[in-house]
């Protein structure tokens, strides 16, 4: 009996390891390759490499790679990219709920989206804040970041829908 447990927790770890092997393997393949690649294929590399660190719950690092991309996005002018790219490092603290560095990193990409004028994922940004604070049952301050976003968008002359809808999620939950 004794025999037979040790083997299957043998194979067990067996195969729990080869996967996990198999994985990281891939991280250490995109990491050299982030080294020596340029251009496009840079970009390529490092969206990989994120997306691989995700797969494996690598939270920090998959942040860590975005900012990368981000910087390369910068470097080879493609503000799209960057622009995908700094909402996807966004979604990435707000989906894993690192609502501190979500509050923070924010202001930032905000700022860079209000120099290129991309309104939707300014407001997409501070829709994520608004959020994050409701989701802790911090109502009363997700309602004040919601009306705060609305006052921002009529000064702007911004299309208020996104702050009303924000507003009108918020009030909805609370009936």
Not at 43 to 66: G, K, P, S, W
Not at 89 to 105: G, M, P, Q, T, V
């Amino acid at each position: 009996m004794n025999r037979h447990l040790a083997i299957s927790l043998a194979l067990l770890c067996w195969l729990t390891a080869l996967p996990l092997s198999a994985r990281n393997a891939t991280i250490d393949s995109l990491l050299q390759v982030v080294d020596t690649a340029t251009g496009a294929y840079k970009q390529r590399a490092y969206t990989r490499l994120a997306h691989a660190y995700l797969d494996e719950d690598m939270v920090t690092e998959a942040v860590d790679a975005f900012d990368r991309l981000i910087k390369v996005d910068g470097e080879l002018k493609t503000p799209t990219h960057e622009a995908n790219h700094r909402h996807n490092k966004l979604a990435i603290l707000y989906y894993y709920r690192r609502n501190d560095s979500l509050r923070r990193e924010v202001k930032v990409q905000q700022e860079w989206f209000e120099r290129q004028k991309n309104w939707d994922e300014y407001y997409y940004a501070w829709k994520l804040v608004a959020d994050s604070y409701y989701f802790e049952g911090k109502i009363q301050t997700a309602l004040r970041e919601a009306k705060a976003m609305m006052t921002d968008a009529k000064q702007r002359q911004r299309p208020a829908y996104i702050a009303t809808r924000l507003n009108d999620e918020l009030t909805d939950g609370l009936t």
